[in-house]
């Protein structure tokens, strides 16, 4: 295989196969770490995933910068919101608020990701946000918005400022992730 047809192997292919390892799985991180910046951003997208499934908190700290403007490849910055979904940092936390409260229509999967990212970063700030993009233009953000408050707010009575609202979508994707509870809200 030339280093052109390794490009285009798709990256749950890559990621499946890191997880098919039955080597030393610290030395493979190692490896992987010590590499990052030999990899290009196609394979470092399979090995975020990677990390992610695995649990490895690895990659934390050179994450970072690549929700902070350092890549525009959607797919890499979704992985990495994703991977701090499942490792979950306080350093992570204002960047995955900001691409949750995004609107760039170019990044609208972003913040999709993000905003089911929030579930792993409970407190006042984030149902702020969740409440605000129940409402979102766009539906995967909406819907992920209302999973993830029916999992955070435990009463649907402390969202009455939407169940009381206009937006008849948004109160009937909370009654639903609600219902799913068998919890309802009482008007």
């Known amino acids: 295989m030339s280093h052109e047809d390794l490009t285009t192997l798709n990256t749950k292919l890559i990621t499946d196969n890191l997880l098919a390892f039955t080597g030393d799985f610290d030395e493979l991180l190692h490896l992987l770490d010590t590499n990052w910046r030999h990899l290009s951003s196609h394979y470092q997208t399979a090995v975020i995933d990677f990390a992610r499934i695995k649990g490895s908190a690895q990659f934390q700290q050179i994450l970072l910068p690549y929700l902070d403007g350092e890549t525009e490849d959607v797919d890499y910055i979704c992985a990495v919101l994703r991977y701090y979904g499942k490792i979950e940092t306080e350093e992570a936390y204002p960047y995955v608020l900001s691409w949750a409260n995004n609107d760039d229509v170019d990044y609208m999967v972003c913040t999709a990701v993000a905003t089911s990212t929030l579930i792993a970063y409970p407190g006042q700030k984030t149902i702020e946000q969740l409440t ?11 819907r992920n918005a209302a999973k993830a408050l ?9 969202l009455s400022s939407v169940f009381e609202g206009e937006d ?20």
Not at 132 to 142: G, L, M, P
Not at 150 to 158: G, I, K, T
Not at 168 to 187: C, F, M, P
């Open 132 to 142: 605000r993009n129940v409402t979102s233009k766009d539906w995967y953000v909406r």
């Open 150 to 158: 029916s999992e955070l707010v435990d009463q649907p009575q402390r």
């Open 168 to 187: 008849q979508y948004a109160i009937d994707q909370l009654t639903y992730y609600y219902g799913k509870r068998g919890l309802s809200y009482e008007y």
